[in-house]
């Protein structure tokens, strides 16, 4: 179910929610976006959300309400949410006027408890060129998308994107850690990928756990030879990998520790 959407702040029925055809975030995904979970009614992070959303529309030149007036949106729809997503939507509209915001909350999608990924390149990954798109969550997800209908086609849950190089970076719509000899690795921000709130997160509960974090640039080996393997993100929290490609993996005792802790930190931040 979706909420009602406050769109342009004001306050619209789900079926009367309506963006133009001519909008240019419509026509040709020049827009940026958020999505955050709400624990019982409170969003995780919402402050995070809305920096990464800032520097977004900072990067397309779009320009956003004040802070507190797009905070106030989030609030408002993750109470009516109570448990779910709350999507935030800034579409460029003709350039001439103002973008068109688009706030609501909607059920939480079911995703596996357990994922299998396909390793894919991902030439057209902002990582792979020096972009000042890098980093930048903006509404273009296409060649995303079309990575997971691939891997989904072949029978995977998902896609593990690869640089031109041959160097790991994320999911489509997700990060992605593992374990090695007991140590968390994970790509580093500066390769290009999303600053993913839910990879933060979890890398503060690695040190708060005492495991080690190696983030660095990783082939795909040091991938497949890992004990672990698991994905970060606001709708996924932590969650085991149980193949990549034709790799398998055990769901092993340092996921469960940084899920657990990842958990517990929700807890503690929204209640
Ligand atoms: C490409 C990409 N990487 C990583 C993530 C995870 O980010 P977060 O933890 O902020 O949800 C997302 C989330 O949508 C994403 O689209």
């Given at each position: 179910m979706t909420s009602d959407v406050i769109l342009d702040g004001?306050?619209?029925?789900?079926?009367?929610?309506?963006v133009s055809v001519f909008d240019v975030g419509y026509q040709r995904g020049f827009g940026c976006f958020e999505a955050m979970r709400s624990y019982g009614g409170v969003a995780f992070r919402a402050d995070q959300h809305l920096a990464r959303l800032a520097s977004s529309a900072a990067a397309l030149g779009l320009a956003l309400p004040a802070t507190e007036t797009l905070a106030g949106w989030i609030r408002d729809r993750a109470e009516t949410g109570g448990d779910a997503v709350v999507r935030v939507f800034v579409s460029a509209t003709d350039f001439e006027s103002d973008p068109r915001i688009v706030v609501f909350a909607e059920d939480i999608p079911e995703v596996p408890p357990?994922?299998?990924l396909l390793p894919l390149g991902a030439p057209w990954h902002p990582a792979s060129r020096d972009t000042e798109l890098a980093g930048a969550k903006t509404m273009s997800y296409a060649p995303n998308l079309a990575a997971t209908r691939h891997a989904v086609a072949d029978g995977f849950h998902d896609a593990l994107l690869l640089d031109a190089d041959g160097f790991v970076l994320e999911g489509p719509t997700y990060s992605v850690g593992w374990v090695s000899d007991g140590s968390m690795r994970t790509p580093a921000l500066g390769q290009g990928i999303l600053g993913s709130i839910t990879r933060e997160a979890t890398l503060e509960v690695a040190a708060g756990a005492s495991v080690e974090v190696q983030e660095d640039r990783f082939k795909l080996d040091d991938v497949l030879?890992?004990?672990e393997v698991f994905v970060m993100s606001t709708v996924r929290e932590v969650r085991p990998v149980i193949a990549v490609g034709d790799t398998s993996f055990d769901t092993g005792p340092v996921t469960e520790q940084l899920?657990?802790?990842?958990?517990?930190?929700v807890v503690a931040e929204t209640t």
């Open positions: 004001e306050l619209v029925p789900a079926e009367e929610a309506t357990v994922l299998r030879s890992a004990d899920a657990t802790g990842f958990r517990r930190l």
